[in-house]
Nanobody, 130 residues
Framework: EVQLVESGGGLVQAGGSLTLSCVHS????????IGWFRQVPGKEREGVSC????????NYADPVKGRFTISSDDAKKTVHLEMKNLKPDDTAVYYC???????????????????????WGRGTRVTVSS
């Protein structure tokens, strides 16, 4: 059973930085991707970024391009999301999720076209104050 555990959320002022981490375990298939998503209460979940295990290809949603960086530490089975120049609009609960790599190509469209993703973490809250 795939398990995902997020950490690193917190309160930060606008313009500040945070790094989220997602530790994964139980993955038994060869090719997969991990994505970061976020959700504000009352709104749809949106895709933020993702990385593929096979070629480390990354993808980012437009609102975070140039500010967020996703990376993978295979030895520690951890995917990081480094977030810089944070804005109040980045306030949300951030989730990591894992499935086959297809969804990674459509991460930016997730809110309007939510492809099924099999495994989700429980989320970590990020609050950006103005």
């Amino acid at each position: 059973e795939v398990q995902l555990v997020e950490s690193g959320g917190g309160l930060v002022q606008a313009g500040g930085s945070l790094t989220l981490s997602c530790v994964h375990s139980g993955v038994t298939f060869d090719s997969w991707a991990i994505g970061w998503f976020r959700q504000v209460p009352g709104k749809e979940r949106e895709g933020v970024s993702c990385i593929s295990s096979s070629d480390l290809k990354t993808n980012y949603a437009d609102p975070v391009k140039g500010r967020f960086t996703i990376s993978s530490d295979d030895a520690k089975k951890t995917v990081h999301l480094e977030m810089k120049n944070l804005k109040p609009d980045d306030t949300a609960v951030y989730y990591c999720a894992l499935d086959g790599p297809t969804f990674c190509d459509y991460i930016g469209d997730y809110r309007t076209n939510p492809l099924p993703i099999g495994a989700w973490g429980r989320g970590t809250r990020v609050t950006v104050s103005s």
